[in-house]
């Protein structure tokens, strides 16, 4: 599998928006790129994905980079609730499996 | 629309023991997918079911087995349990087309003394 690097951490003031990074440079043709959060105490959760072009959803964006070795998850005005560990994730087209790494914890400030 | 869910929500066993978890799909979806995770990493991939059938691997030992039933709801068998299968134990459904995003349930707590 793929590898992806994020942040360990970040923190951002509520109602702005929040950038997070992802660094894949060894990404394959044919690999999406996940992003997924897990809110304390709940299951993972699915945020968006793309393969490459940008992505809107009502979550968030997906900003995926021209040579696709990076990606960054946009969340346009965090709130309190979007406090969660952010897992970016590649996944090929029909592998079975998501491979998470340790993520970013995203720590929202009132 | 029924989301994922998960049976029981705790569990205590004892070393030695043999348990299973249980798992309901989201409506319309035919695959189910299961996850170990410890406490402050990353979920980890046990294995999936397609069609009844075991449909891909992780690097677990084969006491850890599973099963999926007609109606696509699974369950999760671990025999001989080790302190370290302490975990919660995620399940995620999709459907099996393409690179669908997987909807996981709130997770069954295991705790092995």
């Known amino acids: 599998d793929a590898k992806t690097t994020q942040p360990n951490s970040m923190e951002s003031n509520e109602e702005e928006p929040v950038h997070l990074p992802c660094n894949h440079s060894?990404?394959?043709?044919?690999?999406?790129i996940h992003w997924y959060r897990q809110l304390p105490s709940q299951g993972p959760e699915y945020v968006i994905h793309?393969?490459?072009s940008n992505v809107n959803n009502r979550m968030a964006s997906l900003a995926i980079a021209e040579d696709r070795k990076s990606s960054t998850l946009i969340l346009h005005r965090a709130t309190l609730r979007d406090a969660a560990v952010y897992y970016c994730?590649?996944?090929?087209?029909?592998?079975?499996?998501?491979?998470f790494g340790t993520g970013t914890r995203l720590t929202i400030i009132p | 629309e029924t989301g994922v869910t998960q049976s029981p929500t705790h569990l205590i066993k004892t070393r030695g023991q043999q348990v299973t978890l249980r798992c309901s799909s989201q409506s319309g979806h035919n695959t189910v997918s299961w996850y170990q995770q410890a406490l402050g990493q990353g979920p980890q991939f046990i294995f999936q079911y397609y069609r009844e059938e075991e449909n891909g691997r992780g690097n677990f030992p084969p006491r850890f087995s599973g099963l999926q039933f007609p109606n696509y709801s699974s369950e999760l068998n671990v025999n001989a349990l080790e302190l370290d299968d302490s975990a919660l134990y995620l399940c995620?459904?999709?459907?099996?087309?393409?690179?669908?995003?997987?909807?996981f349930g709130p997770g069954t707590r295991l705790t092995v003394t």
């Open positions: 793309g393969l490459t």
């Open positions: 060894t990404i394959s043709g044919t690999d999406y």
């Open positions: 994730i590649l996944r090929y087209f029909g592998n079975e499996k998501l491979t």
């Open positions: 995620a459904s999709s459907w099996h087309r393409g690179p669908n995003e997987q909807y």
